[in-house]
């Protein structure tokens, strides 16, 4: 019995508590920058990217001056453009994030706010 | 005119033009359907812009609702079979492929221990 405990004792690890803080934390993070995340529900655009897309969309529409594009402006009031414009720049905006909006909701996006708004907070946006 | 900027006038042509803005939406997407190739859909959408802005300064209600319905009864004539529709929208392909399951159901993976205990 003696014998078991000093052989136990003999072959035990010591531990070693490691230091609270240091460097090793961030070592650890940042070799693990680009974590891929195995779920199909966490690619949702971050709000950016869905600004600058909606953006580039409405700046290479033909009947719209570039540098007056905004992530606030209305399309008919500060870009001059007309009803059917705005239907067109909705369709788009559908072809370019892939989705499918209604009517009456696509008769309600009058300006790039709501543009992001809506696509920001659609689950299916691509 | 009588009854030029009345409530009721305005809220008649409001209707029309969201119905003159819904009627020219089915109507992009069905030359999309239809012009597969790029440049044949600008050929067509100008077109079709065209005939709406030739339009534009009519001011009779009553010519106005029959534009309305000529060009949704032609609409209807010439709708596209087989649209595209994004495929998890109704009617698309990926739609109800795989729906969600009702809630409260749990599956226990016991792999035969209650068989075999």
């Known amino acids: 019995m003696a014998l078991r405990a000093a052989v136990l004792r003999h072959i035990r690890v010591p531990v070693r508590t490691l230091a609270a803080t240091g460097p090793k934390p961030q070592l650890q993070w940042s070799l693990c920058n680009s974590i891929r995340l195995f779920s199909s529900h966490d690619d949702h655009l971050t709000k950016e990217e869905v600004i600058d897309r909606v953006l580039d969309v409405v700046k290479s529409f033909p009947k719209v001056d570039p540098s007056k594009v905004t992530p606030h402006v209305h399309f008919q009031n500060d870009l001059g453009l007309d009803s059917l414009d705005n239907v067109e720049i909705v369709m788009a905006l559908e072809e370019e994030f892939k989705l499918e909006i209604p009517d009456k909701e696509a008769d309600k996006i009058d300006s790039c706010n709501l543009a992001i708004e809506y696509i920001y907070n659609h689950p299916m946006a691509g | ?117």
Not at chain 2, 55 to 74: C, F, H, P
Request: charged fraction near 30%.
């Open chain 2, 1 to 117: 005119m009588s009854g030029a900027t009345t409530a009721a006038y305005l809220a008649r042509r409001a209707a029309q033009k969201e119905r003159v803005r819904i009627l020219y939406r089915r109507a992009l997407k069905d030359t999309l359907n239809w012009a597969v190739h790029r440049h044949l859909f600008y050929q067509d959408a100008s077109d079709l812009r065209e005939k709406f802005e030739a339009n534009k300064r009519v001011e009779d209600l009553d010519t106005i609702d029959r534009m309305i319905a000529d060009g949704e009864a032609s609409y209807n004539k010439w709708r596209h079979p087989d649209p595209y529709i994004v495929p998890w929208a109704p009617g698309g392909s990926k739609f109800t492929r795989n729906p969600v399951p009702p809630s409260g159901i749990e599956i226990v993976y016991d792999y035969g221990r209650e068989d075999n205990d």
